[in-house]
C-alpha cells in the first residue's frame, strides 16, 4: 500500500508548510501511520488544503500508468495530488468516470476502450483530496462509500473493479450551511476526523500573515499585532454566525499597504485599516438573526473597530503597543 511507503516519512514529519495546528498534524499524522481515511473539520482558511498538499509531498517519485495514454510515466508525489470540489452538480461519472455504451457493445462493457476514467484514476498512489466532500450529492457519497469500502462501483448498470491505492483525505466546515448533504454514519465510520481550528495564538497568526501575504510597504508590528487581535476578538463574537477567516487577516494586511500607498504614506496607519475594513470584511461575517436586522455587516464592523479604538486609544494616533495587555 502506498502508505507503506510514506510511513518513515510521516513519523519524521513536522508539517512545515503550516504555522502551529500542532494537534491537528498530531491526529493527521496518527491516523495516516494507521492507514485510515481521514476527513478534515475546520472553518475556511485554516490551512485543510495545505494540510493535504503536504502529505502529498512525501509520496516517493513512482512509475505508473497513465490513465489517458495508457502508457507507463514517472509521477511525483505532488503531481499525485487530485483535488475533487464537492458541489451539488458533481456526479458519479464525474468522480469514477463512465462507460460509453456504443464502444462498450464493440469492444465489451468492461474494456478499457470503453471506459473513460474519473478523477479517482489520477489519484493511484497518490492522494485524493475531496473538499466540501458534504456538499456532493448523497447518490455520490454512496458510490465513494463503496469505493472505499469495496474497491468496486456501479457504472451504468455494471459492476467495475477499481484496484486503486490512494490516500483519502476529505474536508468540510463545521457549520452547517446551505446546499449542504448531511453525511450519513454508515459513511462516516470509515473516517479519523481531524479537527483543525484558527491560528492557536495571536503570534502564530502574525507570522502567517506576513509569511503568505504580500509586502508592499512598512506595516509596524505593534499595529499588525493590534488589528489581528481585533480580528480574533470578532471570531469570538457572539453576534456572529461566520467569522473573520485567516484570509481575512491576510487580505487586511495586504490592503492597509496599499490603502497607505495610495494615500501618500509610507507606513500603514490605523487610518488606512479604517478605510478598507469594510471591502475586506463585510462579505466574510454575517450576523445571527437577532443582530442582522438592526445592523449591516458594514455598520456592526465600523462600531466594532471604533469600540476597539477607545480601548486602545494609543492605535489612533498611529502606534502604541497592545504587547503589555496581552502579558498582562
Known sequence: MIIDDIRGSLLKESFSDIIGQSLAKSQLKGALISGRHVLIVGNPGVGKTTLARNVAKLLPIVERVDPITKKKKKVSGVDRFVRVQGSPDLNVEDLLGDIDPVKALKFGPKSLEAFTPGKIFFADRGVLFFDEVNRAPEK?????????????????????????????????????????????????????????????????????????????????????????????????????????????????????????????????????????????????????????????????????????????????????????????
Open 140 to 328: 455520490l457519497q454512496n458510490a465513494l462509500l463503496q469505493v472505499l469500502s469495496e474497491g468496486k462501483a456501479t457504472l451504468g448498470g455494471y459492476t467495475v473493479d477499481f484496484p486503486l491505492d490512494f490516500i483519502f483525505i476529505g474536508t468540510m466546515n463545521p457549520s452547517e450551511s446551505a446546499a449542504v448533504e448531511p453525511l450519513g454514519d454508515v459513511f462516516l465510520d470509515r473516517f479519523d476526523i481531524v479537527h483543525a481550528g484558527y491560528p492557536d495564538s495571536l503570534s502564530d497568526e502574525v507570522l502567517i500573515v506576513k509569511t503568505k501575504g504580500r509586502k508592499i510597504l512598512d506595516f509596524p508590528e505593534k499595529l499588525l499585532e493590534s488589528v489581528l487581535l481585533f480580528l480574533r476578538l470578532l471570531r469570538e463574537s457572539k453576534e456572529l454566525d461566520k467569522k473573520p477567516s485567516v484570509r481575512a487577516s491576510i487580505g487586511v494586511y495586504e490592503r492597509a499597504q496599499s490603502q497607505a500607498l495610495i494615500s501618500g504614506r509610507k507606513s500603514v496607519s490605523a487610518d488606512d485599516i479604517r478605510a478598507i475594513l469594510a471591502s475586506v470584511l463585510s462579505h466574510r461575517i454575517s450576523l445571527k438573526p437577532a443582530f442582522k436586522f438592526s445592523l449591516s455587516p458594514e455598520q456592526f464592523l465600523k462600531k466594532k473597530f471604533d469600540e476597539f479604538l477607545e480601548e486602545h486609544e494609543e492605535l489612533a494616533s498611529g502606534g502604541g503597543s497592545i504587547r503589555r495587555e496581552l502579558e498582562g
